[in-house]
């Protein structure tokens, strides 16, 4: 099991950035993945980055070009810095940690919302 506490959500304007942070603490087994996934209300959640430890990346198609997930491994800390920021960007995000970049784990963080005005 691992504590995931996520900060830095907000409201920021169409074609602005956020830059979000999630702290991991506890079994770093269960950190060998660390993403992000999003949910808007009546929406699925979905999955938005997630990085390995040793730094294999996935994205969702919506936020290439725009999103970009980094991760300190000393700090136990991913980051999700998010440029060029649309309304249908707004949603909840959740910190996710697993072994696996192909799935999401099982430990999540309590959310931080994003909202983006146009």
């Known amino acids: 099991q691992v504590q995931l506490v996520e900060s830095g959500g907000g409201l920021v304007q169409a074609g602005g950035s956020l830059r979000l942070s999630c702290a991991a603490s506890g ?12 949910q808007a209300p009546g929406k699925q959640r979905e999955l938005v980055a997630v990085i ?28 999700l810095q998010m440029n060029s920021l ?6 909840v995000y ?4 697993g072994t696996s970049i192909y799935r999401a784990g099982s430990n999540w963080g309590q959310g931080t919302q994003v909202t983006v005005s146009s």
């Open 27 to 38: 079994s770093t087994g269960s950190s060998i993945a660390l993403g992000w996934y999003r």
């Open 52 to 79: 390995s430890i040793g730094g294999m990346t996935k994205y969702a198609d919506s936020v290439k070009g725009r999103f970009t997930i980094s991760r300190d491994n000393a700090k136990n800390t991913v980051y």
């Open 86 to 91: 649309k309304p249908e960007d707004t949603a």
């Open 94 to 97: 959740y910190c996710n940690g």
